[in-house]
C-alpha cells in the first residue's frame, strides 16, 4: 500500500484547506488512518485519527473544533478539512495508516506514511 497526500498550499489566517490521502490497493478500509504534522525544529505531531469505518474520530486539543478529518473507503481515501486556520498550524503534514487498526494518537504504530504535503499559514 502507497499513500499520496495532497491539497496543500499557501493561505492567511483564518482561511481553510481540504487536504486528501488516496491509498493504492486493498486493504484500505481495515486500516486506520492517521494524519500528523511537523513545523520546522519541531517534533511530528499528532493531529487527527479516524477508525476504520470512520465512526470513532480523535483530534489534538490544538485543532479541536477546527480540523475535522473524514474518509471514504470506496475512494481509499482519507480527508483533513482544516478551517480557521493559525500561523501555528504552518507544517508539513503526512497522513499515515495504522494497518492493524487500531486508533492511535501517537507515530510510532503507524507502519505506511506519505510523503507530506506543506501548509503555510500567514498572518
Known amino acids: 500500500v502507497q499513500l499520496q497526500a495532497s491539497g496543500g498550499g499557501f493561505v492567511q489566517a483564518g482561511g481553510s484547506l481540504r487536504l486528501s490521502c488516496a491509498a493504492s490497493?486493498?486493504?484500505?478500509?481495515?486500516?486506520?488512518m492517521g494524519w500528523f504534522r511537523q513545523a520546522p525544529g519541531k517534533e511530528r505531531e499528532f493531529v487527527a485519527v479516524?477508525?476504520?469505518?470512520?465512526?470513532?474520530?480523535h483530534y489534538a486539543d490544538s485543532v479541536k473544533g477546527r480540523f475535522t478529518i473524514s474518509r471514504d473507503n470506496r475512494k481509499n481515501t482519507v480527508y483533513l478539512q482544516m478551517s480557521s486556520l493559525k500561523p501555528e498550524d504552518t507544517a508539513v503534514y503526512f497522513c499515515?495508516?495504522?494497518?492493524?487498526?487500531?486508533?492511535?494518537?501517537?507515530?510510532?504504530?503507524?507502519?505506511?506514511w506519505g510523503q507530506g504535503t506543506l501548509v503555510t499559514v500567514s498572518s
Open positions: 479516524i477508525s476504520r469505518s470512520g465512526g470513532i474520530t
Open positions: 499515515a495508516a495504522e494497518t492493524t487498526g487500531s486508533v492511535r494518537t501517537t507515530p510510532g504504530p503507524y507502519d505506511i
Open positions: 490497493g486493498r486493504t484500505f478500509s481495515s486500516y486506520a
